[in-house]
C-alpha cells in the first residue's frame, strides 16, 4: 500500500513539473547525469572541436597566480597581495543542457581561484537581503544601514545599493589598506591627478573597481552579521547540493568586530588575492539555479524578481547588471550571439554563461579571454 502510495506521489511530481513547463533536471548532491549531445539534437562532432578549442587557447597568463596578479596589476600604486593565491590548473569546462552534462573537459572537480565570478555571487547575497527584507529596497542610501564613516561625505552620502552593485557609486576611500584611486586608475596622470579627480555623480559612470566592491561586501557583513560565505553555504550552496571544497576568502588585515567576535570581510575577487577558491561543478550548479529563475528542486532559494533586476541593463553600462554582464550591444557584446545571454567573467578566463531560451549552461576555466567571444560561437553552431 505504502509503494502505491508512493508511485501515485511521484507521477504527480512528475506531472506538476511538465504542467509548468519545467523541463531542467536537477543533479543530486555529489553526482550528476550525462547524456549524449546527439539526445538533444546537437552535433556531437562541432561541439568536440569547440571543446578542442579551449583546450587550445589555455590562458597565456602564469600558473602560479601570484605573479599573474601581480603582473596584470603592475600599474597600479601601492597595489599589494593580502589574501590567499593558489596555483593554478588547466583549461577545464563543462557544458550543461537542461540540467545534465553534455560535455566536460580537463579537472572540473578541482578548486581554483575564481577572481571576479566571485562579484556574482557577492551580488546574490545582496538579493537574498532584500528578499529577506534586511534591506528595504536597492535604491536606498546605503548610509542609512552601514553608519560608521565608511559613507560619510556629502558624495558618498549620496550612494545607495544598486549603486554600488552596478559599480557605478564612484565611492571616494580607503579600505583593507586600498584607495578607490589607486585601482585600476586611468591610464594618463599621475596620483596627484587620480587623488584629486571630480568625482562623478552617482549612478551615472561604470568603472570596475575592486576597493568600490569590497565596500559592497563589508556593507552585507554590516547587515548579515555574520560571516558572508556562512550565508552563501546556508542560502545557497548547501540546498543546490554543492561539495564542501568552495572557500571565500577575504584579506589578512580585513578582520572586523561584528557584535563582539571577530569576522573576516571577504573580498568580491582576487585582485589581491582571496576570492572565492572553487570547483567547476559548483559553478555549474550555481548556474543551473540562475537559469531556473532561482529555484532548486521546487524550492524558491532566491527571487525570480531579484534574478530579472540583477540581470537588467544599469544606467551607467548596458553591458552590465548587479554584477553579471549582459550580452547588449555596447563594448561587451557577442556578436552574433543572443542578447538574452547573461554571464559571470573573472580574470584568466573564468566564465559562467547562462542561456535561459536554450536552457543552457556553460561553464569555462582558464581560457583566453579574448577567445571567449569565438568559443561561445563554435558552441551555438552546434545547436
Not at 572565492?276 to 531556473?292: E, K, P, S
Request: aromatic content about 14%; hydrophobic content about 35%; glycine content about 10%.
Amino acid at each position: 500500500m505504502r509503494t502505491k502510495k508512493a508511485l501515485i506521489f511521484l507521477l504527480l511530481g512528475c506531472f506538476i513539473s511538465i504542467a509548468s513547463g519545467q523541463q531542467t533536471y536537477f543533479p543530486e548532491r555529489g553526482n550528476w547525469t550525462e547524456k549524449s549531445p546527439s539526445a538533444f539534437n546537437i552535433d556531437a562532432k562541432k561541439l568536440d572541436e569547440a571543446i578542442q578549442f579551449a583546450k587550445r587557447n589555455e590562458y597565456s597568463g602564469a600558473k602560479d597566480l601570484r605573479q599573474a596578479i601581480l603582473k596584470g596589476f603592475e600599474h597600479e600604486p601601492y597595489h599589494k597581495i593580502l589574501g590567499p593565491t593558489k596555483k593554478r590548473g588547466g583549461p577545464a569546462g563543462l557544458i550543461i543542457k537542461d540540467g545534465y552534462i553534455i560535455a566536460k573537459w580537463g579537472a572540473i572537480d578541482r578548486v581554483d581561484m575564481t577572481f571576479s565570478i566571485t562579484k556574482s555571487y557577492l551580488s546574490t547575497i545582496a538579493g537574498l537581503a532584500i528578499d529577506q527584507k534586511l534591506i528595504s529596497a536597492t535604491d536606498d542610501f546605503t548610509s542609512d544601514y552601514v553608519w560608521d564613516h565608511t559613507f560619510d561625505g556629502e558624495h558618498n552620502k549620496k550612494i545607495t545599493w544598486r549603486h554600488l552593485l552596478t559599480q557605478s557609486s564612484d565611492w571616494s576611500g580607503q579600505l583593507w589598506g586600498g584607495y578607490d584611486w589607486a585601482d585600476r586608475p586611468p591610464r594618463e596622470g599621475g596620483i596627484d591627478d587620480w587623488k584629486h579627480r571630480k568625482l562623478n555623480q552617482p549612478g551615472t559612470v561604470f568603472e570596475y573597481n575592486d576597493v568600490r566592491v569590497n565596500v559592497l561586501g563589508y556593507a552585507l557583513l554590516n547587515i548579515w552579521r555574520k560571516p558572508l560565505p556562512q550565508v552563501l553555504k546556508e542560502k545557497i550552496m548547501d540546498p543546490i547540493g554543492a561539495s564542501t571544497t568552495w572557500r571565500w576568502y577575504g584579506y589578512e588585515n580585513s578582520w572586523v568586530n561584528i557584535d563582539g567576535i571577530q569576522t573576516q570581510s571577504v573580498s568580491g575577487g582576487g585582485h589581491s588575492g582571496g576570492g572565492l577558491f572553487i570547483n567547476t561543478l559548483d559553478h555549474a550548479r550555481f548556474g543551473l539555479l540562475f537559469l531556473n529563475q532561482g529555484k532548486w528542486k521546487g524550492q524558491q532559494l532566491i527571487s525570480k524578481e531579484w534574478i530579472t533586476e540583477a540581470t537588467k541593463p544599469s544606467r551607467a553600462n548596458p553591458n552590465y547588471g548587479f554584477m553579471w554582464w549582459l550580452n547588449q550591444k555596447g563594448d561587451r557584446h557577442w556578436e552574433g550571439l543572443p542578447e538574452h545571454i547573461y554571464y559571470a567573467a573573472g580574470f584568466g578566463g573564468n566564465f559562467i554563461v547562462i542561456d535561459q531560451k536554450e536552457n543552457l549552461v556553460v561553464v569555462t576555466r582558464w581560457l583566453e579571454p579574448k577567445h571567449i567571444g569565438t568559443f561561445m560561437t563554435k558552441i551555438y553552431n552546434t545547436l
